[in-house]
Nanobody
């Protein structure tokens, strides 16, 4: 079993930055890939970014490419999502996920509780 706890969400103005953290426990984080998803009101949960077990490979949704950066430190059992140049349309609950390799929520076995990110004009 893997437990995930996100933090770092909040309210930010458009053009600003936030850094989300995901602390993992239960199994060494070096044994699973990790990802970030988001879900806006009335919309389905969508892929944002994912990172391989050792951090060598990263993948991003086209909507965040060049603005968001996913990273991890397995010694700290933590993954991060650095979000720059935030847009109003980035407003959503952001979820950390683990144990999957794809782009769909069903690909992942473990989920955090989510952290709200609100971008204002």
């Amino acid at each position: 079993q893997v437990q995930l706890v996100e933090s770092g969400g909040g309210l930010v103005q458009a053009g600003g930055s936030l850094r989300l953290s995901c602390l993992a426990s239960g199994r060494p984080s070096s044994t699973y890939a990790m990802g970030w998803f988001r879900q806006a009101p009335g919309k389905e949960r969508e892929f944002v970014a994912r990172i391989s077990l050792n951090g060598a490979w990263t993948y991003y949704a086209d909507s965040v490419k060049g603005r968001f950066t996913i990273s991890r430190d397995n010694a700290k059992n933590t993954a991060w999502l650095q979000m720059n140049s935030l847009k109003i349309e980035d407003t959503a609950v952001y979820y950390c996920a683990a144990g999957g390799l794809g782009y769909a929520p069903d690909d992942y076995s473990y989920w955090g509780q989510g952290t709200q990110v609100t971008v204002s004009s």
